[in-house]
């Protein structure tokens, strides 16, 4: 694929009724409505904002999470939810803030919580503004994660005491700016995954997604080195999952604790469960690889980060949105689509024409003589084939154009119409190096292009005598790769002469 094409695969989303619904059972976003519904009329607050220990009890009750190990931080995480997306609104006496900080007061009241703009969003009922309310919500679970842990922090400090050092965290070995891009490359990875056609919609072992944020696509046996710094980076994986997980972004299976302990048994000194390199292996029982954790985007996950891409100016399309798009911007995209997708999006687009005008938007778009324009005729002749023969008109009123002739004829052909005129042999040359211009510019699949060049020469004696004299902006750099293609030394060093012919030819352009 050309450095300048599109870098993600086309994903398939739920309509957004049925992502708004999935959105309010997601338990973070749940739970941080239950708690803005609580806080009416009002409850009171400390300067930070915070519930009183008295009000924790009673909302992490309001949760069902009393009694739980951990209810008390799950109700915190909710009621942050709910305060940084606007589900619940502060408001705070100033005064008695800065006298609460000044004394050092703690679980005094300051002010009230009420519910805020975006609860009303939320009983509005209007599935884009959940979602919104819901992406605000990921967007503090994100900003959670990403923050080092308290227990580290507390650890933090208290070396800097020992060592005399200030109380902040310049001493700490975590830069939250670090973590949320790491955060975002693991997510980045996940939705790649999640949007290939060998994988669409599965879960991927923690090792997999590890190893693809840490080996080289070069690298065929990871080392130890590489394997220990994929085992690190699964670790922190595994404790930003868990934080994740509540959102309704992913679902996870966490790495089995058992195997830290294992580790430990073992004599590591790390505390980490180390993966084994046939932990990425096709052939290793499912079982064993779910130990180390596995997790997948959800439906609403697909949506959340896709909305994350495209905030950040990323080029993340969706299936089905190119039906109402001119042919032009169809052919433009369509070339980086895998098979499948690529399919689907040119059935839907055809659907909504005619055959016969969908075909002439088609051709009048493949025109041009510019780097991109073999590839659009290439992708217009795959779309053209899924027309039958209403189009036949629209093809044979370009029979005789030099850039779109030689393909309406191999339509025609395939189509078994009467009476197709066979093409004159500058034809034949000028849709041959354009079709090699556009399978290069893909550059997917090497060995099928190295198959392809070889099997070209053979079928056509002094192929490079020919093709050198064919007027494409192509020609030079097409004859170029052939050289460099073909196995055989002699015939390489034939194509690079020819290539030199044709540079020459056009003054060296």
Do not use: C
């Not at 931080?73 to 000044?102: H, M, Y």
């Not at 896709?306 to 798009?325: F, K, N, S, T, Y």
């Amino acid at each position: 694929m050309a450095a300048d094409r599109l870098d993600l695969p086309p994903v398939r989303l739920l309509p957004e009724d049925e992502l708004a619904r999935l959105a309010l059972a997601a338990p973070l976003l749940d739970r941080a409505v239950r708690l803005a519904r609580w806080a009416a009329p009002h409850v009171q607050v400390d300067a930070m904002g915070e519930l009183t220990a008295e009000d924790w009890q009673r909302a992490a009750a309001e949760l069902g999470l009393d009694g739980e190990p951990d209810g008390v931080a799950q109700t915190a995480q909710a009621w942050g939810v709910a305060v940084d997306s606007g589900l619940v609104e502060l408001d705070l006496d100033e005064a008695a803030s800065a006298e609460q900080e000044f004394d050092g007061l703690e679980d005094a009241a300051a002010g009230q919580a009420v519910p805020g703009d975006a609860l009303r969003q939320i009983d509005g009922g209007e599935p884009q503004e959940v979602l919104e309310v819901w992406l605000a919500a990921v967007e503090t679970a994100l900003a959670e994660a990403a923050a080092p842990d308290l227990e580290v922090l507390l650890d933090g400090i208290a070396d800097a005491d020992a060592e005399g050092g200030p109380d902040d965290l310049g001493g700490l070995d975590w830069d939250p700016e670090e973590e949320a891009d790491f955060l975002d490359g693991a997510l980045a990875n996940l939705y790649f995954f999640s949007a290939i056609e060998e994988n669409e919609g599965g879960a991927v072992p923690l090792p997999v997604l590890a190893a693809s944020m840490v080996v080289p696509d070069e690298m065929e046996h990871p080392t130890d080195a590489v394997l220990e710094e994929v085992t690190e980076v699964m670790m922190r994986l595994d404790e930003h999952f868990r934080v994740l997980a509540p959102t309704g972004l992913i679902e996870y299976r966490p790495l089995d604790e058992a195997l830290i302990e294992e580790a430990d048994t073992d004599g590591a000194d790390t505390g980490e469960a180390a993966v084994p390199a046939q932990a990425q292996s096709p052939d290793i029982d499912p079982e064993e690889v779910s130990r180390y954790g596995i997790v997948q985007l959800t439906p609403l996950g697909l949506y959340g980060v896709r909305a994350r891409m495209l905030d950040a100016g990323m080029h993340a399309p969706a299936a089905g949105e190119l039906a109402d798009q001119p042919a032009s911007v169809l052919l433009e995209a369509l070339f980086g689509y895998p098979d499948r997708a690529a399919r689907s999006e040119a059935d839907q687009w055809l659907s909504t024409r005619k055959p016969a005008d969908a075909a002439r938007e088609l051709l009048q778009a493949a025109r041009g003589d510019d780097r991109d324009a073999p590839g659009r005729r290439l992708v217009a002749q795959q779309t053209l084939s899924l027309l039958g023969a209403e189009a036949e008109p629209a093809l044979r009123e370009v029979l005789d154009d030099r850039e779109l002739g030689g393909l309406a004829r191999v339509w025609l052909t395939e189509t078994g119409s009467a009476n197709v005129p066979a093409p004159d042999q500058d034809m034949v040359f000028w849709l041959t190096i354009d079709t090699l211009a556009a399978q290069l510019d893909a550059d997917d699949n090497p060995e099928l292009l190295r198959e392809l060049v070889t099997d070209l020469v053979a079928r056509h004696d002094s192929f490079f005598a020919a093709a050198w004299r064919v007027d494409h902006p192509a020609t030079a750099d097409v004859l170029e790769a052939m050289g460099r293609l073909h196995p055989d030394k002699a015939v390489s060093k034939e194509a690079r002469k020819a290539a030199f012919k044709a540079r020459s030819a056009t003054g060296g352009q």
